[in-house]
């Protein structure tokens, strides 16, 4: 199942994670619009290693405030999305059908479809 770790209304700033996941890939369902483009977003399916070597991970840490000592792996895997962008951890591969930087709303509605996601704080409408 996926929870909702993005902004309460998806198409804002959505982060989707998968709660079924190992303990070190972290899979993310990852939504940004584009400031200038109506019903334009980048839309990947992500999956995030958080013991890559390649992965800074004190600038990781730092960049998002987080205890380098104890970081929660979900939000250490969020901002390392943030830190490097989606194309660093597969975005370029996660739909083969979609060009994943030009997504429309109706396209991200017709993949999460088949998505079991708590609706707990997330909202799919737009404001």
Known sequence: MYVNYGDKHFFEHGRLVNTERSETEIQVIYCEPYPDLEDTYQFAELIIDI?????????????????????????????????????????????????????????????????????????FDVD
């Open 51 to 123: 013991t890559d070597s390649w992965i800074d991970f004190a600038a990781v840490c730092g960049y998002a405030g987080l205890d380098t000592a104890h970081p929660d792996p979900v939000r250490y895997a969020l901002a390392a999305i943030d830190y490097y962008g989606p194309a660093e951890f597969g975005a370029l591969d996660s739909i083969v059908s979609y060009d994943w930087l030009h997504v429309n709303r109706q396209a991200i509605l017709d993949i999460l479809r088949y998505r079991m996601i708590a609706n707990d704080n997330l909202s």
